[in-house]
């Protein structure tokens, strides 16, 4: 997971490099966050539990992914500075009052 400004500030620097490079580089925030962990985050934020009904591992599903964000670090000296949690709160709190708009509250 990544925060949308990172996302913007890592495209932005793409956009004036003037190597001719021709590479692909991974986005991310480098660090992996557990489905479970965002789960307990979002059930935190919106005070309510949010049931939750795990299902066996399937043969081949993959216990953890992450992206290794080191070439676009070393290449732009770009790192993601928008830590998970805060933006997860951020995020909340932009959605928050477009959705009671929607229910009709004020």
Do not use: Q
């Not at 933006?87 to 932009?94: C, D, E, K, P, S």
């Amino acid at each position: 997971f990544i925060h949308i400004d990172d996302v913007v500030s890592a495209l932005h620097r793409l956009c004036f490099l003037t190597h001719d490079m021709h590479y692909t580089f991974n986005l991310g925030s480098g660090n992996p966050t557990l489905i479970s962990s965002l789960l307990r985050m979002v059930s935190g934020l919106i005070r309510r539990d949010i049931p939750v009904s795990p299902l066996p591992a399937r043969p081949f599903d993959v216990e953890r992914v992450w992206l290794d964000i080191s070439s676009i670090r070393s290449a732009l000296s770009w790192t993601p500075l928008i830590p998970f949690s805060d933006g997860l709160v951020a995020t909340a709190a932009w959605h928050y009052p477009r959705l009671v708009k929607l229910k009709g509250g004020r």
